[in-house]
Structures are given as structure tokens and as C-alpha cells.
């Protein structure tokens, strides 16, 4: 495929995928040619699908703004492409999310998702591509989450049934607590 074949693919793709793929022709593209980052990605494409499918799977392109646009088109959950310094898998719900005790004070960290079984996923500062999940809020100063006090300043995500912590300045590090001490 080349660059003229790729243009004329996206512009056979459906409507409400399109400003997603511009947004791609965009970052891969100089005029009507391909960058040459994205030639071998192209070269072996047989559709707009398989060129995403390439970028995607391309680990060198895990922490780009283009890999995170590829990563939503295709909705697949990409956390599996990166270390958390911490998960927590099959945490049932009760309510609309997460709660994150502050003292008396309870927030609902949302999923980014109906279900009621989430998974929460700490990181360290940049240790994922933050661009591919949904933006939430920060927090700063202690609080509990999931039986551990976390204190510091924390960037809060979701992204598919998955709550994600991104350690932004840590005072020190989680701890366990005893949930009946509470």
C-alpha cells in the first residue's frame, strides 16, 4: 500500500471513524508521502486496519500520541502493554465506582465503564501512555484505596472498567491497612 492507497481507504471509512484516521493520516504523513518512521508499517498494509494494527503492535511506539490514537480506534485494552507498579484485579463495586476514603470524606474514582467488577492499576510517572486513557483528576495528600494509604499527588484515569493511578510526586510509598482500623 502507499500513501494515495491509504488516503483513498480512509476516505472509504465509515463516517464516524474518519476524524480519527485524518487525525492518524495526519501524524504518519508529510504532503503525499509517507514518514519514513511509518514506511515499513505502510508497505506491508493491505488497509487503513492493517497499518493501525502495525503501529499498534510497534513497542517503540508505545509512549506516542500516534499509539495512543491507534490504541482507541482499535478498543482494545492496551494496559497489557505496560508494568503497573501495583494491580488489583476483580474489585467488586457496589456503587457507580471506586470509593478513595480522604479522612471522612469518600470520592468515587470512576471506571469508564457499567460493569460492576473493575481493576485498579498504579503506575509509576510515566510509565504508560496517558494519552490513550480518559483524564479523570488529581489527588494530593493522603487517602485510602483498596485497604492502601496512599500519600502524595496522584493523577487519576479510566479507561475501560480500569481505574489507573499515576504517581506524579510520592510522599512515600502505599501501605497496607487494616480496613477494620478505619
Given at each position: 500500500?502507499d500513501c494515495q492507497e491509504l488516503?483513498?481507504?480512509?476516505?472509504?471509512?465509515?463516517?464516524?471513524?474518519?476524524?480519527?484516521?485524518?487525525?492518524?493520516?495526519?501524524?504518519?504523513?508529510?504532503?503525499?508521502?509517507?514518514?519514513?518512521?511509518?514506511?515499513?508499517?505502510?508497505?506491508?498494509?493491505?488497509?487503513?486496519?492493517?497499518?493501525i494494527e502495525a503501529?499498534?503492535?510497534?513497542?517503540?511506539?508505545?509512549?506516542?500520541?500516534?499509539?495512543?490514537?491507534?490504541?482507541?480506534?482499535?478498543?482494545?485494552?492496551?494496559?497489557?502493554?505496560?508494568?503497573?507498579?501495583?494491580?488489583?484485579?476483580?474489585?467488586?463495586?457496589?456503587?457507580?465506582?471506586?470509593?478513595?476514603?480522604?479522612?471522612?470524606?469518600?470520592?468515587?474514582?470512576?471506571?469508564?465503564?457499567?460493569?460492576?467488577?473493575?481493576?485498579?492499576?498504579?503506575?509509576?510517572?510515566?510509565?504508560?501512555?496517558?494519552?490513550?486513557?480518559?483524564?479523570?483528576?488529581?489527588?494530593?495528600?493522603?487517602?485510602?484505596?483498596?485497604?492502601?494509604?496512599?500519600?502524595?499527588?496522584?493523577?487519576?484515569?479510566?479507561?475501560?472498567?480500569?481505574?489507573?493511578?499515576?504517581?506524579?510526586?510520592?510522599?512515600?510509598?502505599?501501605?497496607?491497612?487494616?480496613?477494620?482500623?478505619?
Open positions: 500500500m488516503k483513498e481507504s480512509i476516505a472509504k471509512a465509515p463516517a464516524k471513524s474518519r476524524e480519527v484516521l485524518d487525525r492518524i493520516f495526519m501524524y504518519t504523513t508529510t504532503g503525499d508521502k509517507v514518514k519514513p518512521d511509518f514506511a515499513a508499517h505502510l508497505e506491508g498494509a493491505k488497509s487503513y486496519q492493517d497499518f503501529i499498534y503492535r510497534d513497542e517503540s511506539q508505545k509512549f506516542t500520541l500516534l499509539w495512543a490514537e491507534c490504541a482507541k480506534f482499535k478498543r482494545r485494552n492496551w494496559l497489557a502493554y505496560f508494568e503497573p507498579k501495583m494491580l488489583v484485579e476483580n474489585v467488586r463495586m457496589k456503587t457507580d465506582g471506586v470509593p478513595i476514603q480522604f479522612g471522612s470524606g469518600v470520592m468515587l474514582a470512576p471506571t469508564g465503564s457499567r460493569d460492576n467488577i473493575a481493576k485498579v492499576y498504579v503506575f509509576e510517572s510515566q510509565a504508560f501512555n496517558a494519552n490513550a486513557a480518559e483524564f479523570v483528576t488529581s489527588i494530593g495528600g493522603t487517602f485510602t484505596l483498596l485497604d492502601h494509604e496512599f500519600c502524595g499527588i496522584y493523577g487519576l484515569y479510566k479507561y475501560r472498567g480500569s481505574v489507573i493511578l499515576e504517581e506524579w510526586e510520592v510522599e512515600r510509598e502505599p501501605i497496607k491497612v487494616d480496613p477494620d482500623a478505619r
